[in-house]
Each structure stands twice: as C-alpha cells, then as structure tokens.
C-alpha cells in the first residue's frame, strides 16, 4: 500500500524500465539502449547533402550519393577523395543501379548497388561492389543475386559465429522472411550463401543496417518518419526501438555508428544527425558543411 511520503514512478522511469525489459527479451547483453524518445535525443546535425548512406573507418567518414561517394573528416567537412565513377568497368551495370547504405571493414568498404528497376532473382549482376578505403579505389564486385533480388543496405560483424558476416538487407521486402540475407565474408571475391534470418516481424523499406556489439540496428523509412529497430541476428526478435522525427523530413537513407552514436541521414534536409541510444555523456561539435551538392533518390 501506497503512503503519503511514497512518490509515484514517474513516467519516464516507467519508459526506462520498459525499454530496458525489451531489450532484454530481444537478447542484448553487450550494449544498453537507452529510451528514445522522438525529438529528444539528437546530438548534433552535419549538412552532408542527400545521401544514400555512411560509414567511417573509426576516424574519417565516407559519404555516399547515388553515384557518387566521398572521404571527410569527422565532421564532415574537408573532402579527402571523390570517386565519381564508383562502377567503372563494370560494363552494363551503371544504367540501372543507385549506391545503398555502406559499411567498412578492415581498410574497405562494402558497397550495395541498388537496382534502379527490377532484376530478376538469379540474373548476372553485381550487388557488393568494394573499394579500398584508402583511396577510393574499385578493388573487388561480388553478385548476390541468385539469393536476392535487390539489397539496398549492408553491414558486417568481425565476430559472428566465429566468423565474419556480412547482413543485407532488401528494400523490397514483403515479409518476415526476406528481410536481411546473410553471409560469410570469406575473402574479397568471396561472398557464401549462410541464410534468410527469419525475423519475428516485417520491417518495409529497409534503408540501413549497421552492427553494434553483435546486435542489428535496421533504419526503415516509413514515408513520414525514419523507423529504428534492433533485431537480434541469432534468433531474429525484432524490438521497434524509436520514431526519428526531424523537421524538414522527407526520406532516411543510411545507419551508421560513429563515437558511439547511432548516425541516421535524413535525405529532405540533407542532414547527418546523430542519435544518444546509448547513454553517452558527451555533446559532440563541429563545423557544418553547407557546400554539398545534393543528389536525387529512387528509394
């Protein structure tokens, strides 16, 4: 029974706890996430223009367009190499495809090549096209297409099933069980076929992936806002973690994480903007790029 002197939990309290009892259910033992709240937990916002993804070497960040892709600073702002030819020599290819969401490992970058029309499942394609990050460089393309139809966003864990795995994800998807394809990353020219994750529920419109400490963070566009959720690659529970809503929204477009912040672009306003999802003390500042060219979307 409830005394006078006893104070009633508050409505945040009660929020904590209960994000905290999901993220337990959905297995995350490395990593807390903290409660999200819409438009409370933005960090800072770099003008990057519309861009189809980043990703950063841990230092430096790598800004991808629909054709186009860049190294900056960790702010975004000096520009170290442009590669404007992401696809030279892969004959046929550039006519149909746009860049997907990035991710890098190991001085590369991985690289999905989204389709801009429809490819039949199994036709000859490249899907993963890797770069050396040094200087942008075009070392090594790979097809996925006898298991996907499209991919539209990448990301790679070091340590999985004591292996390297890199997860895709299909824009396109239309049920729980073509959502994010798996493989093992053997070597550069190497991509094998693991499986299908069966999730515990549908996310459309995948449009980033990254890993962090071995749980999956997915960014879906949903057409008014940018959807985040943590989907657990053992078992494949998915928890709908927050709503990203930022004024100026029109489409998200890539997931990165970068000193500890969960990086989302949001394409209408040409922002980077970093979300606290792990309780991270710091503010983080910088200068703001507002000299980038804006590039156009097909999703």
């Known amino acids: 029974m409830q005394t006078k002197y006893e104070r009633p939990t508050s409505v945040k309290i009660r929020l904590l706890y209960f994000f905290a009892g999901l993220a337990l259910f959905a297995g ?10 819409p438009n409370t937990n933005v960090v800072c916002s770099f003008n990057i223009g519309f861009a189809q993804g980043t990703c950063n070497d841990g230092t430096n960040t790598f800004v991808f367009g629909t054709r ?15 590669n404007n030819t992401p696809v030279a020599g892969l004959t046929g290819f550039e006519n149909f495809f746009h860049l997907g969401d990035p991710d890098y ?11 801009g029309v429809a490819v039949p499942q199994g036709s000859v394609n490249v899907d993963i096209a890797i770069y050396t990050a040094t200087n942008l460089a075009l070392c ?16 790679l864990d070091p340590v999985f099933s004591n292996s390297v ?12 069980n073509d959502g994010i394809y798996e493989y093992s990353v053997n070597n550069l020219t190497n991509l094998a076929f693991v499986r299908v994750l069966p999730m515990s529920q549908t996310i459309y419109h995948m449009q980033g992936i990254i890993c962090v400490d071995g749980m999956l963070y997915i960014l879906s566009d949903n057409g008014l806002a940018g959807e985040v ?10 928890v709908h973690l927050a709503r990203l809503n930022v004024a100026g929204q029109g489409e998200w477009e890539g ?11 949001e394409g209408n306003s040409g922002t980077v903007n ?16 507002r000299k980038s060219t804006r590039l156009n979307s097909s999703h």
């Open 28 to 37: 995350l033992t490395q990593t807390a996430v903290m409660a999200v709240m």
């Open 165 to 176: 795995a890199l997860f895709a994800t299909s824009w396109a998807s239309t049920s729980a």
């Open 68 to 82: 186009s892709f860049q190294q900056r600073d960790p702010q975004y702002a000096a520009i170290f190499h442009v």
């Open 140 to 155: 090594s393309a790979v097809s996925i297409s006898n298991y996907q139809s499209e991919v539209s966003a990448v990301c």
């Open 229 to 238: 959720y943590q989907v657990n690659p053992t078992n494949g529970v998915v």
């Open 255 to 265: 997931l990165d994480y970068f000193q500890g912040y969960l990086v989302a672009n």
């Open 105 to 115: 490992y190991q001085g590369y970058i991985y690289a999905p090549l989204e389709a």
């Open 274 to 289: 970093w979300f606290n999802f792990f309780g991270l003390p710091t503010v983080i500042t910088g200068t703001v790029d």
